[in-house]
């Protein structure tokens, strides 16, 4: 099943310049992110950030299906979930939507891929504005980004300045760079146009 992107930015993309990106499966454990690299490349660039960043913080963003029936039924049942294949709060995204102009409303992000990719882009742009340029060597700019992703942008600063992640932080991380490769392979077959090794959905 496939879904025209139909949200524009203000600064980003026609509805037709970003193509045709598909609504996550329905079938528990059929969705993989790395169907979206083609989409990835696209918002990543748009907002001038690493195509790379964006795959991985997608593939740690898959611990929940992503269908918008599914999301709906999520949402039902924890009111104050995230929604979208990038899992962004409703908080987060009207700071995006006002940083960038967005037109869209955050329901969007759960019927729409593409968009919701576009706007996590955006938003790790704003996370690496605030990101300072100097930081702990114990993390690459990539990882504290995709903390701040996940834990806000100030204890993304505190985790900058050596304040050790909590446990959850940690695991994030753990996974962020356990997905890495993945991503990066995604990215690559995308680039050279090979489809994904399995059958359609």
Same mark, same amino acid.
């Given at each position: ?23 996550p499966?329905i ?11 083609? %989409? ?6 748009? %907002?001038g950030?690493?195509?790379l ?35 962004m ?14 037109p ?15 706007? %996590? ?7 690496d ?43 994030y ?18 680039d ?6 399995? %059958?359609?959905?």
């Amino acid at each position: 099943m496939t879904r025209q992107s139909t949200v524009e930015s203000g600064q980003g993309p026609s509805a037709a310049d970003r193509d045709e990106v598909r609504v996550p499966p329905i079938r528990p454990g059929a969705y993989d992110p790395s169907d979206y690299a083609e %989409a990835v490349m696209r918002g990543a660039e748009e %907002a001038g950030v690493s195509p790379l960043l964006v795959m991985t913080v997608l593939h740690n963003e898959a611990y929940k299906p992503h269908h918008p029936l599914l999301e709906r039924l999520w949402q039902w049942w924890k009111p104050e979930a995230s929604f979208g294949v990038a899992n962004m709060h409703r908080a987060t995204f009207e700071r995006v939507r006002r940083a960038h102009d967005l037109p869209g409303r955050w329901e969007d992000l759960r019927d729409d891929p593409g968009f919701a990719i576009h706007a %996590a882009a955006l938003h790790l742009k704003d996370l690496d504005r605030g990101l300072p340029r100097r930081h702990v060597r114990r993390y690459s700019r990539d990882e504290l980004l995709a903390l701040g992703y996940n834990t806000g942008e100030r204890n993304m600063r505190a985790f900058a300045r050596g304040v050790p992640p909590g446990p959850m932080a940690r695991s994030y991380l753990r996974r962020f760079r356990a997905y890495r490769s993945r991503a990066a392979e995604a990215l690559a077959r995308a680039d050279r146009g090979d489809p994904r090794d399995t %059958a359609d959905e």
